[in-house]
């Protein structure tokens, strides 16, 4: 896969204002896309026809299908498919989960979210539930296939990887808002400013649930956007540290090294 760069990386809206959740079959002039980033929405694309390649973050992944290929808000992502593509395209605001009454729905987004792509055993509920989404304007309705769909996707990847806790308040407001910050911020006091709390109770918490400190679970964000920028933009490595708010080329250079074994220079030519 090659990828051309820029000095921003690309946002793309598929989805109408007033939408919460479209379904539409996967159109096949979309087989080969340039990485980029979706402006507040979860995609889900069911894959029952085709083959190739998905770019989320650096990290590859093979498309086998059936299989389910999922694509967070924050993340940065490109595939190149082989033609014919038959599949479902989902996209959902979290507005739409947020308005329902029904808990068991965030529950499913939480637990299917930790993903990058998902293998399916070969399932006809599952297309006709989409097949259905996608014809449905009722609310209720929609809710209702849904969480379905997502009961029937978890019910048949035949998983064993644990899902992330998501029992501690403020560590979910933490991880929403790292997820929902359109820059990240190298300060945990800050955060916590955010959320009313103390740098040390943030720490807690986010041992409670990831066994990791505040400052760990940031610097994963951190590392996370500058790799992202690094390999997705040409900006020099001194404009990639001032975005992220470090004093220097030199102190974010450390800071990269420290997490990743490498220096943002080497990265950058690994990647090339």
């Known amino acids: 896969m090659t990828y ?8 793309k809206d598929k989805l109408e204002p007033q ?10 002039s979309k087989a080969i896309t340039k990485p980029h980033r979706h402006n507040g929405y979860l995609e889900l694309v069911f ?7 998905q770019l989320i973050d650096n990290c590859k992944s093979l498309v086998k299908t059936p299989c389910i290929l999922i694509i967070r808000k924050e993340s940065v992502h490109c595939w190149e498919l082989e033609v014919p593509i038959e599949g479902y395209v989902l996209l959902l605001k979290k507005s739409f989960v947020e308005q329902s009454l029904d808990l068991e729905i965030a529950r499913l987004v939480d637990e299917i979210s930790q993903f990058d792509i998902l293998y399916l055993k070969e399932n006809k509920v599952i297309p006709t539930l989409l097949q259905l989404l996608s014809q449905e304007e009722n609310k209720i309705c929609q809710e209702g296939l849904f969480k379905s769909l997502l009961a029937k996707t978890l019910e048949n990847i035949g998983k064993t990887e644990q899902s992330t806790s998501v029992s501690n308040d403020l560590y979910v407001k933490f991880i929403e808002l790292l997820n929902t910050d359109s820059k ?7 955060y916590a400013g955010l959320l009313h709390t103390s740098p040390q109770n943030l720490s807690a918490a986010c041992k409670r649930n990831a066994n990791y400190t505040a400052s760990q679970v940031l610097a994963t964000y951190i590392i996370k956007e500058a790799k992202r920028l690094i390999f997705y933009t040409n900006n020099s490595i001194a404009e990639i540290a001032f975005v992220l708010g470090f004093s220097d080329k030199s102190n974010f250079s450390k800071y990269f090294k420290r997490y990743t074994n490498f220096t943002p220079s080497e990265f950058k030519r690994q990647h090339n």
């Open 4 to 11: 051309m760069t820029s000095k921003t990386i690309i946002v």
């Open 19 to 28: 939408k919460l959740l479209k379904v539409v079959a996967f159109d096949n």
């Open 47 to 53: 894959l029952s026809k085709t083959s190739g390649k």
């Open 184 to 190: 990240i911020i190298n300060n945990v006091a800050y």
